[in-house]
């Protein structure tokens, strides 16, 4: 044993003293932390005020935004919220469209002449009035906005009557729209309405900024960490082959097996504390900007969409841990292409030309099971909105969600290479030449 930990520590000291993965890591670590504070470091924003017209930068838009929302943390999105929104944006200062505009004349749309009743009866009210419109406008501004990302439409605010009943139950058509789309069965419908009825109702609002931001990043992260293991992991095995040095070592005492998986080992871990580096250089710089307010806010808040019952601090832990067992994942497919092909340049076009691919071509959901494999792959998987992809695969009368199956595929095809990759190195030193 003490001879393995010998040879890994070598083999992982040879990785990570190579200059081209110092100057990758160095270039990665720091696109890891940008993404947290670009937008505060960058971004300019004008805002008009009544008649002033006021410049902030984006640290200062990031503030204002976080303090609106916070205002609002804790208010439940029930019958008295709804209503509070519906006064201050819907009806209650909107007469309708039939019965104030003459659409022969004006040739305007809905929304216009909508938006021009409004502005008549806005101004029709005394200053006091206007004032305290104004305040409660934007007071439940995010809410207004959040009822339009959940329903997909300001209409239910602006032109119908909306009350809880009417909000939860339009929020479940959604789902079962979606559900039908993704050619969810009618058993796998009745498990996910099920399972939707465990999520607490009605919502409660929160600031989760920071843990938005770093779900929506891991797509991102997941790309650089392709281009890490692709680059620094390259040639692990093809150097030797291609320096001819490979019989040499293979000529050891301590035979071709331990040296084997001393470099796999030693490759496996660089990949893993790489992802792990790049992944909490993330997170705490989102945290540090946006703040680490709202890890147990309801993830409907944020990801309205997603109908799992999560938080945002459990929607990124979830999303973190496959993206962990990608790193794993991806540093033994690069491994084992490194053996195979013999050649870095080689491993670093296929496995970039593989994330291109995957982050340009999409599988239409009429062809289900290519699909749902197709999405299993860690450059599709990592992506926020699979948490809304609720295709279901029933193994031994359990229902198992894309997130349960990828890591056990991970783990088989992982074995699988190694057992691959072990035979072609232990082979190599009697076909290679």
Same mark, same amino acid.
């Given at each position: 044993?003490?001879?393995?930990?010998?040879?890994?520590?070598?083999?992982?000291?040879k990785?990570i003293?190579?200059?081209?993965?110092?100057?990758s890591?160095?270039?990665?670590?720091?696109?890891?932390?940008?993404?947290?504070?670009?937008?505060?470091?960058s971004?300019?924003?004008?805002?008009?005020?009544?008649?002033?017209?006021?410049?902030?930068?984006?640290?200062?838009?990031?503030?204002?935004?976080?303090?609106?929302?916070l205002r609002?943390?804790?208010?439940?999105i029930?019958?008295?919220?709804?209503?509070?929104?519906?006064?201050?944006?819907?009806k209650?200062?909107i007469?309708?469209?039939?019965?104030?505009?003459?659409?022969?004349?004006?040739?305007?749309?809905?929304?216009?002449?909508?938006s021009a009743?409004?502005?008549?009866?806005?101004?029709?009210?005394?200053?006091?009035?206007q004032?305290?419109w104004?305040?409660?406008? &934007?007071?439940?501004?995010?809410?207004?906005?959040?009822?339009?990302?959940?329903?997909?439409?300001?209409?239910?605010?602006?032109?119908?009557?909306m009350d809880e009943?009417?909000?939860y139950?339009?929020?479940?058509?959604?789902?079962?729209?979606?559900?039908m789309?993704?050619?969810?069965?009618?058993e796998?419908?009745?498990?996910?309405?099920?399972? &939707?009825?465990?999520?607490?109702?009605?919502?409660v609002?929160?600031?989760?900024?920071?843990?938005?931001?770093?779900?929506?990043?891991i797509?991102?992260?997941?790309?650089m960490?392709?281009?890490?293991v692709?680059?620094?992991?390259?040639?692990?095995?093809?150097e030797e082959?291609?320096r001819?040095?490979?019989?040499?070592i $293979?000529c050891?005492? $301590?035979?071709?097996?331990?040296?084997?998986?001393?470099?796999?080992?030693?490759?496996?871990?660089?990949?893993?504390?790489?992802?792990?580096?790049?992944?909490s250089?993330?997170?705490?710089?989102?945290?540090?900007?946006?703040?680490?307010?709202?890890f147990?806010?309801?993830?409907?808040?944020?990801?309205?969409?997603?109908?799992?019952?999560?938080t945002?601090?459990?929607?990124?832990?979830?999303l973190?841990?496959v993206?962990?067992?990608a790193?794993?994942?991806?540093?033994?497919?690069?491994?084992?292409?490194?053996e195979?092909l013999?050649?870095?340049?080689?491993?670093?076009?296929?496995?970039?030309?593989?994330?291109?691919?995957?982050?340009?071509?999409?599988i239409?959901?009429?062809f289900?099971?290519?699909?749902?494999?197709?999405?299993?792959l860690?450059?599709?998987?990592?992506?926020?909105?699979?948490l809304w992809d609720?295709?279901?695969?029933?193994?031994?009368?359990?229902y198992?969600?894309?997130?349960?199956i990828?890591?056990?595929?991970?783990?088989?095809?992982?074995i699988?290479?190694?057992?691959?990759g072990?035979?072609?190195?232990?082979?190599?030193?009697?076909s290679g030449?």
């Amino acid at each position: 044993m003490n001879q393995f930990f010998t040879l890994y520590k070598y083999e992982l000291v040879k990785i990570i003293k190579r200059k081209i993965v110092k100057i990758s890591m160095a270039i990665l670590l720091f696109l890891a932390v940008y993404m947290g504070i670009g937008e505060a470091l960058s971004n300019a924003y004008s805002i008009t005020v009544g008649d002033q017209t006021i410049n902030m930068n984006g640290f200062e838009m990031i503030a204002k935004n976080k303090e609106s929302a916070l205002r609002l943390t804790g208010v439940r999105i029930d019958e008295t919220t709804l209503k509070e929104v519906e006064d201050a944006y819907g009806k209650a200062y909107i007469i309708s469209y039939e019965e104030s505009v003459d659409a022969d004349k004006l040739s305007l749309t809905n929304d216009i002449a909508a938006s021009a009743v409004m502005i008549g009866e806005f101004e029709e009210k005394t200053p006091k009035e206007q004032e305290a419109w104004q305040k409660k406008k &934007e007071l439940y501004a995010n809410i207004y906005h959040y009822i339009y990302q959940a329903l997909g439409s300001y209409d239910a605010v602006n032109y119908y009557y909306m009350d809880e009943e009417f909000f939860y139950q339009s929020w479940h058509n959604r789902m079962l729209e979606r559900w039908m789309e993704q050619n969810v069965t009618q058993e796998e419908i009745t498990y996910l309405t099920q399972r &939707e009825e465990t999520i607490e109702k009605p919502f409660v609002y929160g600031y989760s900024a920071g843990w938005d931001n770093i779900l929506r990043e891991i797509l991102s992260l997941n790309v650089m960490l392709v281009l890490c293991v692709g680059i620094c992991l390259s040639n692990a095995f093809s150097e030797e082959h291609v320096r001819k040095t490979d019989q040499l070592i $293979l000529c050891s005492k $301590l035979g071709k097996r331990m040296l084997y998986f001393a470099k796999m080992a030693a490759g496996v871990t660089f990949g893993f504390v790489s992802g792990l580096l790049m992944l909490s250089a993330a997170v705490l710089s989102n945290l540090c900007i946006y703040g680490a307010e709202g890890f147990d806010v309801a993830a409907q808040i944020y990801l309205p969409e997603c109908a799992r019952n999560l938080t945002m601090g459990q929607a990124v832990m979830l999303l973190g841990a496959v993206y962990m067992a990608a790193a794993v994942f991806l540093s033994i497919v690069t491994l084992f292409l490194s053996e195979a092909l013999q050649n870095s340049v080689a491993v670093v076009g296929l496995m970039s030309g593989l994330m291109i691919l995957t982050n340009l071509v999409n599988i239409p959901y009429r062809f289900r099971m290519f699909s749902q494999i197709y999405g299993l792959l860690p450059t599709v998987l990592l992506r926020v909105w699979q948490l809304w992809d609720d295709r279901l695969v029933k193994v031994f009368g359990i229902y198992l969600n894309n997130f349960q199956i990828a890591p056990v595929l991970y783990l088989a095809v992982s074995i699988l290479l190694l057992f691959l990759g072990g035979r072609i190195y232990r082979n190599y030193q009697v076909s290679g030449r």
